[in-house]
T-cell receptor, first 115, second 117 residues
């Protein structure tokens, strides 16, 4: 059974039209991550939540926001998608921060197309 | 800053044969973790194997093993008795302490493994 679930698997949006990607987890993990993975590139961390504490990466554009209303759900909001934001977006979780507790579990990803 | 390099964009192996995927990294830290993740087509990324930098013994998980050379900053993955289900994108990852001790992952660009019947 999938433990990190991302919906939808494929999302098409229009240039400049806000879009939200969702991630849910059944693991009760404290930490949730969002990665952007462009074609033939490594996954790049955008931000993460440790419980309710939001941690943004320094080079994540302001166009990307996130919400975590509860332990199970985390959302990625792209306020004004550009053509360069077309990518696979991966959600991951980890139990906690400490050593031995930080293995990340990934969802299957949402592939975003921007028209 | 830490970097992870996978110099082989694509590899092929005959079924039942052995293949080695290479990974090098750069860091000034002495304590860290290294990982190999597998990403099958249209499926989620899953952990294959991990290695603690302070352990000299190479990690092994069934048909998967690593050759960890700390001084050379090399971390290769060996897949023995390759199976069709091993076909996937393989990512090497380094884990460094991130902000607030959350341990940020740094991924390589991946190696696509094809298994030939």
């Amino acid at each position: 059974d999938a433990m990190v679930i991302q919906n939808p698997r494929y999302q098409v949006t229009q240039f400049g039209k806000p879009v939200t990607l969702s991630c849910s987890q059944t693991l009760n993990h404290n930490v949730m991550y969002w990665y952007q993975q462009k074609s033939s590139q490594a996954p790049k961390l955008l931000f993460h939540y440790y419980d309710k504490d939001f941690n943004n990466e320094a080079d994540t554009p302001d166009n990307f926001q996130s919400r975590r209303p509860n332990t199970s759900f985390c959302f990625l909001d792209i306020r004004s998608p550009g053509l360069g934001d077309a990518a696979m977006y991966l959600c991951a979780t980890s139990r906690d921060r400490g050593e031995g507790k930080n293995i990340q579990y990934f969802g299957a990803g949402t592939r975003l197309s921007v028209l | 800053a830490q970097t992870v390099t996978q110099s082989q964009p694509e590899m092929s192996v005959q079924e039942a044969e052995t293949v080695t995927l290479s990974c090098t990294y750069d860091t000034s830290e002495s304590d860290y973790y290294l990982f190999w993740y597998k990403q099958p087509p249209s499926r989620q990324m899953i952990l294959v194997i991990r290695q603690e930098a302070y352990k000299q013994q190479n990690a092994t998980e069934n048909r998967f093993s690593v050759n960890f050379q700390k001084a050379a900053k090399s971390f290769s993955l060996k897949i023995s008795d390759s199976q069709l289900g091993d076909a996937a994108m393989y990512f090497c990852a380094y884990r460094s302490p991130g902000p607030s001790g959350t341990y940020k992952y740094i991924f390589g660009t991946g190696t696509r493994l094809k298994v030939l019947a």
